[in-house]
């Protein structure tokens, strides 16, 4: 079975700041990772997703993401917040070639301070 | 663009109702999900459907059960709702064989 640990669950951080979100997953398997994104009031939007290839992808609003299979991490990174940044953030893992059951954590929110 | 809607955004009903939540997808997508997501415990999967008149449960079944007549549309039904199902409810759908998530904008639900 898959899990997602995010230990963070909030993290506050200055406008302009860089942040980073960290993300741990556990699977016997080979894993899709996912970023989702929820803002106040509204259901979850894909940030960015690794499925194979480049270890280093780049999702929408600047965001970007690096797996780290040897230390089962997938954190997310932004070098430069806004106010509107302010969310609350997940990571999802699902089994590579699975059966699309995907396992969400349980998420962190970014405060972006003026 | 996906869209999928749900049928409310806030619902109140008092113990012991029996609660209907829709969801539809414009998508034509095989795949849909209903989570209920709770502060601290992120999103836990209640039951999904492959297929139409397929379904799967999830995490947390108990207390719920679904109905996907049509590929467009999955329901969740509480038959008999309690205080402990006070939550906020999200609709997912997703292609076949495709593992990301496309959401509604979620209902909460409050029983008094």
């Known amino acids: 079975a898959q899990s997602v640990t995010q230990l963070d669950s909030q993290v506050p951080v200055f406008e302009e700041a860089p942040v980073e979100l960290r993300c741990n997953y556990s699977?016997?398997?080979?894993?899709?990772l996912f970023w989702y994104v929820q803002y106040p009031n509204q259901g979850l939007q894909l940030l960015l997703k690794?499925?194979?290839?480049?270890?280093l992808v780049k999702g929408i609003n600047g965001f970007e993401a690096e797996f780290n299979k040897s230390q089962t991490s997938f954190h997310l990174r932004k070098p430069s917040v806004h106010i509107s940044d302010t969310a609350e953030y997940f990571c999802a893992v699902s089994e590579a070639g699975g059966y699309q059951k995907v396992t969400f954590g349980t998420g962190t929110k970014l405060q972006v301070i003026p | 663009d996906v869209k999928v809607t749900q049928s409310s955004r806030y619902l109140v009903k008092r113990t012991g109702e029996k609660v209907f939540l829709e969801c539809v997808q414009d998508m034509d997508h095989e795949n849909m999900f209903w989570y209920r997501q709770d502060p601290g415990l992120g999103l836990r999967l209640i039951y999904f459907s492959y297929d139409v008149k397929m379904k799967e449960k999830g995490d947390i079944p108990e207390g719920y059960s679904v109905s996907r007549e049509k590929k467009e549309r999955f329901s969740l039904i509480l038959e008999s709702a309690s205080t402990n199902q006070t939550s906020m409810y999200l609709c997912?759908?997703?292609?076949?064989?495709?593992?990301?998530?496309?959401f509604g904008p979620g209902t909460r639900l409050t029983v008094t």
């Open positions: 690794y499925l194979s290839g480049s270890t």
């Open positions: 699977s016997s398997v080979s894993v899709y």
């Open positions: 997912a759908s997703s292609p076949l064989n495709r593992d990301e998530q496309y």
